[in-house]
């Protein structure tokens, strides 16, 4: 399995980004799909997690309302739309996955299969 993980950059408070993960070696539509962020000197956190089919969407309580994950199975990719950015959510986002399908999860040690991560850096 492997994930791409784009979009990151650089923008301004208050602005809005859309990261994409593209996966691929597995049926992507039989499996939950996650992000998560790290920040510079800090742990691994859950930002958001999808179901398999996009049913269930999930968030950590700092993002919500202002992130979206999707999904498009079609084109084997899960997309986190980020407005309204605060300096705060400056991290390198990682796109995961775990190896069970019809399983979403939002344990970091749930997820088997991780993207190397783009990084999103808001400026105040």
């Known amino acids: 399995v492997q994930l791409q993980a784009s979009g990151g950059g650089l923008v301004q408070a208050g602005g809005s980004l859309r990261l994409s993960c593209a996966a691929s070696g597995r049926t992507f539509n039989r499996f939950g799909m996650d992000w998560f962020r790290q920040a510079p000197g800090k742990e691994r956190e859950f930002v958001a997690a999808i179901s398999w089919s996009g049913g269930a969407t999930y968030y950590a309580d700092s993002v919500k309302g202002r992130f979206t994950i999707s999904r498009d199975n079609a084109k084997n990719t899960v997309y986190l739309q980020m407005n309204s950015l605060k300096p705060e959510d400056t991290a390198v986002y990682y796109c995961?996955?775990?190896?069970?399908?019809?399983?979403?999860?939002?344990?970091?040690?749930?997820?088997?299969?991780w993207g190397k991560g783009t990084l999103v850096t808001v400026s105040s």
């Open positions: 995961a996955t775990p190896s069970r399908d019809y399983v979403t999860a939002k344990d970091i040690d749930a997820m088997n299969y």
